[in-house]
């Protein structure tokens, strides 16, 4: 566990830069406007060497069935960005603050969809049972470090969205289609990492 906890400070020391959706679409501008801050939480289980993360429910309004962190919009009672996705994360999938010990925060990620997503990298200390919330979560699953901090799995893909063609980061992981966001963040660390 020192160990991982060492080579995930270090990552968190090294110099990079905020991100995007628009990241591999030059063609595409980047909207100039107001941004609602929000975060997610990379939780990394220690003794399993592996990140949690969530499928979203196939009945919500936004994003149904994606893969994601847990996390989301930062409420006015969360002093900071680390105060709600530790907040998010014990209502999507009941983690207790208690066996969460943050680190740090990667820059922020811009999403089209008009958020300013602060990515919260933390460690869980204890013993841990997923308790996924049925109206945002189906599934709680672990992928392993090594899997999502491996560059070299990380693929670019497209698909057309509004009218043209979109490009986007994947790291597919078994049954498990992570894209998007989600990827893009993943391989932002797993730049610092390598």
């Given at each position: 566990?020192?160990?991982?906890?060492?080579?995930l400070?270090?990552?968190?020391?090294?110099?990079?830069s905020?991100?995007?959706?628009?990241?591999?679409?030059?063609?595409?501008?980047?909207?100039?406007?107001?941004?609602?801050?929000a975060?997610?939480?990379?939780?990394?289980?220690?003794?399993?060497?592996?990140?949690?993360?969530?499928?979203?429910?196939?009945?919500?309004?936004h994003?149904?069935?994606?893969i994601?962190?847990?996390?989301?919009?930062?409420?006015?009672?969360?002093?900071?960005?680390?105060?709600?996705?530790?907040?998010?994360?014990?209502?999507?999938?009941?983690?207790?603050?208690?066996?969460?010990?943050?680190?740090?925060?990667?820059?922020?990620?811009?999403t089209?969809?008009?958020?300013?997503?602060?990515?919260v990298l933390?460690?869980?200390?204890?013993?841990?049972?997923?308790?996924?919330?049925?109206g945002?979560?189906?599934?709680?699953?672990?992928?392993?470090?090594?899997?999502?901090?491996?560059?070299?799995?990380?693929?670019?893909?497209?698909?057309?969205?509004?009218?043209?063609?979109?490009f986007?980061?994947t790291?597919?992981?078994?049954?498990?289609?992570v894209?998007?966001?989600?990827?893009?963040?993943?391989?932002?660390?797993?730049?610092?990492?390598?």
């Amino acid at each position: 566990m020192p160990d991982l906890e060492k080579r995930l400070l270090d990552a968190l020391s090294r110099q990079g830069s905020a991100s995007s959706d628009f990241d591999l679409n030059d063609d595409v501008p980047v909207p100039d406007c107001k941004l609602t801050p929000a975060a997610v939480l990379l939780a990394v289980r220690a003794e399993a060497g592996t990140l949690i993360l969530t499928k979203r429910s196939a009945r919500l309004k936004h994003h149904p069935g994606q893969i994601a962190f847990p996390g989301g919009k930062q409420d006015p009672g969360d002093p900071t960005p680390e105060d709600a996705a530790l907040r998010e994360a014990q209502e999507e999938i009941g983690l207790p603050h208690n066996i969460v010990q943050v680190l740090g925060t990667l820059p922020p990620h811009q999403t089209v969809t008009g958020y300013q997503v602060t990515p919260v990298l933390a460690m869980v200390t204890g013993v841990y049972d997923p308790i996924p919330e049925a109206g945002e979560v189906s599934e709680v699953f672990e992928v392993p470090l090594g899997h999502l901090m491996n560059p070299a799995m990380f693929r670019v893909e497209g698909r057309r969205w509004q009218g043209r063609k979109r490009f986007y980061y994947t790291v597919p992981y078994g049954p498990y289609y992570v894209w998007g966001a989600t990827a893009r963040i993943l391989r932002a660390l797993a730049e610092r990492m390598s």
